[in-house]
């Protein structure tokens, strides 16, 4: 049924980039709003970024300026590129597809992001 898929994690030292991606299946991905929230060892899931159907993009404050949320809705893919990666971006990062009008919301499994100092 539905399905999101992240990739793209690992292991990068501070400084680095790396891109996820996220593919979308068994929803209508045009009509979600989609986002990126990580959750890091004993704190709480938090959002990182979102981008709307209709393509506005929000991000929380601590990673203004270094990260830029995408979608490609040819693909059913939403992307987070990652860059300047700080030791405290380090997370399982989980997408996120929502239908706002609906509230109903899907998760995929989450993927890794370490960053070594």
């Known amino acids: 049924q539905v399905q999101l898929v992240e990739s793209g994690g690992g292991l990068v030292q501070a400084g680095g980039s790396l891109r996820l991606s996220c593919a979308a299946s068994?929803?209508?991905?045009?009509?979600?709003?989609m986002g990126w929230y990580r959750q890091a060892a004993g704190k709480q899931r938090e959002l990182v970024a979102f981008i709307t159907t209709g393509g506005t993009t929000n991000y929380t404050d601590s990673v203004k300026g270094r990260f830029t949320i995408s979608r490609d809705n040819a693909k059913n893919t939403v992307y987070l590129q990652m860059n300047s990666l700080k030791p405290e971006d380090t997370a399982v990062y989980y997408c996120?597809?929502?239908?706002?009008?609906?509230?109903?919301?899907?998760w995929g499994q989450g993927t890794q992001v370490t960053v070594s100092s």
């Open positions: 068994g929803i209508i991905f045009s009509l979600n709003r």
């Open positions: 996120n597809a929502k239908r706002m009008f609906l509230k109903i919301e899907y």
